[in-house]
């Protein structure tokens, strides 16, 4: 992140927010002293912030010897994100965007000839043009990606059958 990026995005946020910022989008297990220089904070701000995380159940500290790592829940956060689809979005809002997903995994069945992410990634070796190696690899990453976002959509789909008329933000 660059100097002027960090001041821009720290603007207006407290401590707590930016230990939160930072601790929700890491994509691996970080250390507090990591987490607390990303956030731009004091270790023990960031150790005091990251435990009250831990303990409302928004990250998972796993501890191994002298460190103590943290990393967003995976459960937590599927539950947050289906939620707010589901508090933020009509169904309607939603199955269009199931359609534009499912169009995109179509588009890289077609253009790539595979069926799935791993034989995308396996076919890695076909080809000796590393400019569609690279695109290859990154169309894999946002399969998998668009997989995992359409699970979340169905189950936020399935939540309005579950609790009709419960939404509290609703657009309709």
Known sequence: MSEKS??????????AERVEAVA??????RTANWIATEAEVAHETATKYLKRLADDGKLTA??????TTYEPDPVGQ????????YEEHSPDELAASLEAMNEQI????RDYDTETPNELRASLGKTGDTTDEGERRQAAREWDHLRTRRRLVEDALQLYDRFPGERRSASA
């Open 24 to 29: 929700l989008t890491v994509s691996e297990p």
């Open 106 to 109: 179509r588009t890289w069945k």
């Open 62 to 67: 796993d501890t191994r010897g002298q460190q």
């Open 6 to 15: 960090a001041q821009g995005w720290t603007d207006g946020l407290s401590g």
């Open 78 to 85: 599927y539950l947050l994100e289906m939620r707010e689809l």
